[in-house]
T-cell receptor
């Protein structure tokens, strides 16, 4: 079945550091890929998405590129802020299905 | 901005009791979901609902669980006889005004504590 694997957290960075959170996937066909973010005490929010190979999703300074050859969708940000502290979930939607499958989440803590 | 709302925000119940969690999805969405998240752990798919019927469900969604969309606005999750391991945060989500793009809008969750 479909699955998403994320790097283990927590990840602790100083403000303005570079962020990478790795995500790889296994899916049938050509899935759409997503990053969701969960701030403390809140539900999940869509951060960015990519629907086909080589697409780059971007939002709020975060980017991720859909790499079909490596089945990856790594999240990056050039300069993190304290307000980026949250849990980040990589997710996929397989074509023809309705279930969005989430990874285990990676907690990011940014310290001043 | 339209949002998904869930009630109650927190429910405490005794093992074996029935629980109903309620959700009001975004009004023009067509796909509805329940997910759960056991404290600090992964977000687990329970069930998806489309065109007034369950379209997919996970192994977690056994006979103790049911969903309904009784009046075209509410979307409820019922747990018939709660177990300790049902303690979790339950998230409702909706999406898709036509084709399902996978862009889900989540509510803030209902925390269920089973004693």
């Amino acid at each position: 079945g479909d699955s998403v694997t994320q790097m283990e957290g927590p990840v602790t960075l100083s403000e303005e550091a570079f962020l990478t959170i790795n995500c790889t996937y296994t899916a049938t066909g050509y899935p759409s890929l997503f990053w969701y973010v969960q701030y403390p005490g809140e539900g999940l929010q869509l951060l960015l998405k990519a629907t086909k190979a080589d697409d780059k999703g971007s939002n709020k300074g975060f980017e991720a590129t859909y790499r079909k050859e490596t089945t990856s969708f790594h999240l990056e940000k050039g300069s993190v802020q304290v307000s980026d502290s949250a849990v980040y979930f990589c997710a996929l939607l397989s074509g023809g299905y309705q279930k969005v499958t989430f990874g285990t989440g990676t907690k990011l803590q940014v310290i001043p | 901005e339209p949002e998904v709302t869930q009630t109650p925000s927190h429910q405490v119940t005794q093992m074996g009791q029935e629980v109903i969690l309620r959700c009001v999805p975004i009004s023009n969405h067509l796909y509805f979901y329940w997910y759960r998240q056991i404290l600090g752990q992964k977000v687990e798919f329970l069930v998806s609902f489309y065109n007034n019927e369950i379209s997919e469900k996970s192994e977690i969604f056994d006979d103790q669980f049911s969903v309904e969309r009784p009046d075209g606005s509410n979307f409820t999750l019922k747990i018939r006889s709660t177990k300790l391991e049902d303690s979790a945060m339950y998230f409702c989500a909706s999406g898709g005004q036509g084709r399902n793009t996978g862009e889900l809008f989540f509510g803030e969750g209902s925390r269920l504590t089973v004693l």
